[in-house]
């Protein structure tokens, strides 16, 4: 097997007007101008995609202009609103319990910005960003993580891209019930698994362009939202097996570092890129690969740096 390196970053880029952050993104941008629909290129679609932002998200309007002037390129505005954003399909597994949540993700690593980012737009906040500033999974200061999924059905609807519903959610949201009540009323345009976590609470939500938010019976999330998983989804993406998996296994992290949850399929462009440990009761959270040593980021300690690692699986996927 060949061994593939991931570089990643740690940064606090404060609340994005330092430069920092602009030079996080800068290269980047090129490929991100991509991610734009046809519609988003147009003078109509970026007026609506705006609207859209600031009827949802109105919150995070000033941060949003307070980047897309930090970039400082045509279509920024419309890019960093992430609601006119093409669909992006991954894997991943993640659960909670009160006060823990694990995840895996899953995706090309080339493809991952690989960034660990300490913010202040509206609060403090650590998570790692994608979109340029929205967030896979990530952590508040009151106490609340967030963390998501593919839903693994192939339909794309108006609404946000996922990863600055989360960047919302920590910014605003000081609990798992406040949080979930936020995210009902947020269209979000591919179907996505969303599980959140406090002190004394932990769910996993579906939400979708095509459905009304739904809990799912326990804390925990592959890649389905309806049961039962067509033969033909399991075989591709073993989402089932994944996901009896983690039940059984709880928050182990261990666990997720050995096959069935940890998959070394990059050139299907779905390997695992890291596993984070999220403790948002202690402000902290832990990055782990099999090859590598742990990196642990907190409120309280958060330390800039790069860390190379490998990501190639210490033992082949189960069959």
Known sequence: MTTLRKTFRALDIGDGSDGRWAEQVGPLWPQALSWLTEEGRTPEGAERARKLFATHLPELLPALDRLSGQVDRPGADTLLTLAAIRPFFAGCTQLGVPGTLVRNYDFEPDAVEGAIVRSHFLRPVIGTQDGGWGLLDGMNDAGLAVSLTFGG???????FAVVIVLRYLLETCDTVDEAVARLAGIPVNIPQNVTLVDRERA????????????VAPDACAANHQHLPVPDEQERATRTGLRLA????????????LRPPLHKNTYDDGLGTVYTAHYEPGEGRVTYHWPRAESWSQSFGAFTEGTRTVELSAATPTAP
């Open 153 to 159: 059905r192939p339909v794309h609807g108006p609404g």
């Open 245 to 256: 998996t983690i039940r059984a296994a709880g928050p182990d992290v261990t666990a997720l």
């Open 203 to 214: 769910v996993t939500v579906h939400v979708g362009p095509d459905i009304e938010l739904t």
